[in-house]
Nanobody, 119 residues
Framework: QVQLVQSGGGLVQPGGSLRLSCAASISIFSIYTLGWYRQAPGKQREMVAVITGSGSTGYADSVKGRFTVSRDNAENTVYLQMDGLKPEDTAVYYC?????????????WGQGTQVTVSS
């Protein structure tokens, strides 16, 4: 199976920055799409950012221009750089992998990490 281990959450002030990391237990060459989702209290889980194997990215309108998703194939890791954080960004953030390989095909989630933006 595929394991996704997240790190990098925490408490920051409005306007601050955080970088989230998600390390996969397999080569991310085998992963069709890597993405970040978040869920705030009382809200549905929503897509924040995605990146494909070809490097194509997509973002929710609410984070465009502030968040950047990237991947490091050598480290089997996907990142979410969050700049200009706002209180409404407060949520639990989850890493997701859609795996295309025959051996590990499936959809996997990280454990989640809390991001709190508050003064």
């Amino acid at each position: 199976q595929v394991q996704l281990v997240q790190s990098g959450g925490g408490l920051v002030q409005p306007g601050g920055s955080l970088r989230l990391s998600c390390a996969a237990s397999i080569s991310i060459f085998s992963i069709y799409t890597l993405g970040w989702y978040r869920q705030a209290p009382g809200k549905q889980r929503e897509m924040v950012a995605v990146i494909t194997g070809s490097g194509s990215t997509g973002y929710a309108d609410s984070v465009k221009g502030r968040f950047t998703v990237s991947r490091d194939n050598a480290e089997n890791t996907v990142y979410l750089q969050m700049d200009g954080l706002k209180p409404e960004d407060t949520a639990v953030y989850y890493c997701n992998a859609d795996v295309a390989s025959i051996q590990y095909r499936g959809n996997y989630w990280g454990q989640g990490t809390q991001v709190t933006v508050s003064s």
